[in-house]
């Protein structure tokens, strides 16, 4: 057989000092959930700064690598340059040898 009792029923025999008590021990439960998320809060803050420093870091790579690129691609197209500027020297100084 259910017993069930009504919450009115169960304040009135609850005790002032029971109530405080419990209140003190759900304030205690409360504020130790409050420090434990400030302390992931903190944890998770310092992974963002080092995710955004790292971040950072592979931009610069890209943007140094994207400037290496088009130097090798400048100085591709300045061999080439010279290499057909001698091919048509050659050529004129040798016209019948290809």
Request: hydrophobic content about 35%; charged content about 40%; glycine content about 2%.
């Amino acid at each position: 057989m259910k017993r069930t009792v009504s919450f009115c029923k169960l304040l009135t025999t609850v005790t002032s000092s029971e109530l405080i008590n419990i209140a003190r021990k759900t304030l205690q439960e409360t504020e130790l959930a409050l420090k434990e998320a400030r302390a992931d809060q903190k944890a998770l803050q310092e992974q963002l700064r080092l995710a955004e420093g790292r971040a950072r870091d592979l931009e610069s790579e890209v943007d140094s690598g994207t400037r290496d690129a088009s130097e090798t691609e400048k100085l591709r197209r300045r061999l080439v340059e010279q290499l057909d500027d001698q091919k048509e020297q050659h050529r004129k100084v040798r016209p019948f040898a290809s």
